[in-house]
């Protein structure tokens, strides 16, 4: 079992910067790829960020590449997401996820553990 406590949110104006982190506890946080989704109001969950287990490797959404950068420091079990040039349609809540092992996904069907979620809210 892997707890995920994720932290960062609140409200910006377009063009600032939020920093996401995600705090992982329980199973060896360096066995699983890890990945951030949101949700919008009415809209499904979808893919934001992934990272392989080492680091070494990055994957985004075409919205949030170049602006957004996904990180991970494995002795302190932490992801984080680096969000910079914010826009009004980046407003949702943002999710951590681990994926199956370290498998590095794109989809929703193979996350295996979930965070609660935190707010973020870009004003034009």
Known sequence: QVQLVESGGGL???????????????????????GWFRQAPGREREFVAAISWSGGSTYYADSVKGRFTISRDNAKNTVYLQMNSLKPEDTAVY????????????????VKYWGQGTQVT???
């Open 12 to 34: 910006v104006q377009a063009g600032g910067s939020l920093r996401l982190s995600c705090a992982a506890s329980g199973r060896t946080f360096s066995d699983y790829a890890m």
């Open 95 to 110: 999710y951590c996820a681990t994926f199956l092992a370290k498998v590095v996904a794109t989809t929703t069907g193979l």
């Open 122 to 124: 870009v004003s034009s």
